[in-house]
């Protein structure tokens, strides 16, 4: 059974950092894209972030561009999202899903999802 599990999230003050975990099971990262999506109350969710599993390509949103850093651990099957110098705007519950092979920027796309994980960024 494919499987992810998102953790990690939680409070911090603006620019501080937060790594959040996708643990995957039932599946390989090589022949699955891994994305990370957000959702802030009252809007769509959105892209941030995705890794590719054929050839590991990485992707970001324009906004967390030189902030957010995505990352794979082959062994432990994890994907990570290194989150620095957070502003309040990246308030939202993240989720990661999973996908054959390559990144796509709409969640439509993407076909196992986690249940998400709360990052909020306040002083």
């Known amino acids: 059974q494919v499987q992810v599990v998102e953790s990690g999230g939680g409070l911090v003050q603006p620019g501080e950092s937060l790594r959040l975990s996708c643990a995957a099971s039932?599946?390989?990262?090589?022949?699955?894209?891994i994305g990370w999506f957000r959702q802030a109350p009252g809007k769509e969710r959105e892209g941030v972030s995705c890794?590719?599993?054929?050839?590991?390509?990485?992707y970001y949103v324009e906004s967390v561009k030189g902030r957010f850093t995505i990352s794979r651990d082959n062994a432990k099957n994890t994907v990570y999202l290194q989150m620095d110098s957070l502003k309040p705007e990246d308030t939202a519950v993240y989720y990661c899903?999973?996908?054959?092979?390559?990144?796509?920027?709409?969640?439509?796309?993407?076909?196992?999802w986690g249940q998400g994980t709360q990052v909020t960024v306040s002083s």
């Open positions: 890794i590719s599993g054929n050839d590991g390509s990485k």
């Open positions: 899903a999973a996908r054959g092979f390559h990144c796509y920027g709409t969640p439509g796309e993407y076909d196992h």
């Open positions: 039932g599946f390989t990262l090589d022949y699955y894209a």
